[in-house]
C-alpha cells in the first residue's frame, strides 16, 4: 500500500509560538514527527510550512519541506494546497500528521492509511480506541464517533454517545457492559480528490456548535471510514508544560 505523509506546520501556534523548531532531544519537533513519518512506511514524507524558519530546520535535517501561504484556516487546508499544487492523482491516499505529535506511533500512521484503502467508498479515515471508564465518557474534551456496521462513522460529538437511556449513568463508575464507546484520535487519511474539493466545502451548523472540523465533511454526504486501535496514543505538545515534560521523559526516534 503506497500512501504520503503530509507534516501542516505553522510558526504562529497561539499557545506555544514557534513550536515546531523547538528543539526535542537535539532535533527541532518537526524533524522529530518527519522521523516518525518516515517508520510508517510512507512513500514520501513532506513538511509544509508558511515559515523560511521552519524550512530551513527541516533542510539541515535532510527533511522534504514544501512552503505554502500563510493564510490558511487549517492544517487540512494547507495540505490541500499542497496536493492542488503537486497535483497527486485523485486516488493518492494523504495522511495528516500533526507536527506536535513527535511520539506518534508509526503504525497507527499506516493503520489509518489502510482503513482508508480498504473502505473505497470513504474519502477520509481516521482512527478511535474504546472508552472504558465513565469519566472520559462524560468529558467534552474527549471526542466520541459512533460508527455504523461497515466501520464508517455515523457522528462525532464532544456528548456522550452512544448514550445509554436506561442506565444509572449518573451514579454509575464504569459503562454498561457490552456498549462500544469509541474516543476519536484526531489522525485523518485522505483521498486526493476529497482535498482537491475540500477548501470549496462551506462550513456547516454541526461544525460550528461542536467545533469539529471532520464534522463537515459527513455533513456534505462523504463517508469517513475509522481504524480502532486498543491503545491510547501518545498525546502531543501543546504548551510550554506539555514541552517540559517531553524534554524530561525517555525518548525513542
Request: net charge negative; hydrophobic share 45%.
Amino acid at each position: 500500500m503506497d500512501f504520503i505523509a503530509v507534516i501542516p506546520a505553522r510558526y504562529a501556534s497561539t499557545r506555544l509560538p514557534g513550536k515546531p523548531l523547538e528543539d526535542l532531544h537535539g532535533k527541532p519537533m518537526v524533524v522529530r514527527v518527519a522521523e516518525r513519518a518516515r517508520r510508517s512506511g510512507a512513500t514520501a514524507v513532506v513538511v509544509a510550512t508558511d515559515d523560511e524558519r521552519i524550512a530551513h530546520a527541516c533542510a539541515a535535517h535532510g527533511v522534504d519541506c514544501t512552503l505554502t501561504r500563510g493564510d490558511h484556516a487549517t492544517g487540512t487546508d494547507r495540505i490541500a494546497e499542497v496536493v492542488t499544487r503537486e497535483g497527486y492523482a485523485d486516488d493518492t491516499i494523504v495522511v495528516n500528521v500533526q507536527g506536535d505529535e513527535p511520539r506518534i506511533e508509526p503504525a497507527l500512521i499506516r493503520e489509518v492509511a489502510g482503513q482508508l484503502a480498504r473502505h473505497p467508498v470513504a474519502a477520509m479515515a481516521t482512527a478511535a480506541h474504546p472508552i472504558t471508564d465513565r469519566d472520559t465518557f462524560m468529558n467534552p474534551n474527549a471526542v466520541k464517533v459512533v460508527v455504523d456496521a461497515s466501520g464508517c462513522a455515523l457522528y462525532f460529538s464532544r456528548a456522550p454517545i452512544p448514550f445509554p437511556r436506561d442506565a444509572e449513568l449518573a451514579r454509575a463508575t464504569a459503562l454498561p457492559a457490552g456498549m462500544l464507546a469509541l474516543r476519536h484520535i484526531g489522525l485523518y487519511a485522505y483521498r486526493a480528490g476529497f482535498l482537491k474539493a475540500y477548501p470549496q466545502l462551506a462550513p456547516c451548523p454541526l461544525e460550528a456548535f461542536e467545533v469539529l472540523e471532520q464534522l463537515r465533511a459527513l455533513w456534505h454526504g462523504h463517508r469517513i471510514a475509522v481504524a480502532v486501535v486498543h491503545y491510547t496514543p501518545a498525546p502531543g505538545i501543546d504548551t510550554a508544560e506539555d514541552l517540559a515534560l517531553a524534554r524530561s521523559s525517555p525518548f525513542e526516534p
